[in-house]
C-alpha cells in the first residue's frame, strides 16, 4: 500500500522525510495540504488514524498561533476549526499508510513505520 505524505513545502523536515522516502525507494504520493487544504471529514479521518486529539497536532511555537491570541487548552471543536482555517499550523510531516499514520519526526520514526 502506497504512503501518503501531508507536505508543507516550505518546511524543512517536511522536505527531509521526502527525501529519505526517495532515496529508500519506497512509493509515495505527496498531499499538499497547503494548497489543498482538508476538509473537516479528512482531518477528522486523519485524526482517528493518528489516535490523538486535534489540540496536539497544532503548532503552538508558529508565529501565527501567537498572533491568533488563542485561549488555552483547546476543546477538541476549537481545535479542527482552528486546523482548518490555518492549515499552515498543522504538524508535519505526516505520513499515512492505510489506517495508520503518524507524524514523523524525527525521521527516525518514519523509519519504523516504513519497515512494518
Known sequence: MMIKVLHNNSCSKSRVILEYLDENGVAFEVIDFISNPLTEEELR???????????DLIRRS??????????????EAKSIEILLAHPS????????????AMVARPVEVAQLFIEK
Do not use: C, S, W, Y
Open 45 to 55: 479521518a486523519l485524526l482517528k488514524k493518528l489516535n490523538m486529539p486535534a489540540a
Open 62 to 75: 508558529d508565529a501565527l498561533f501567537k498572533e491568533l491570541n488563542l485561549t488555552e487548552p483547546l476543546d
Open 89 to 100: 499550523l498543522l504538524h508535519r510531516p505526516i505520513i499515512v499508510q492505510g489506517q495508520i
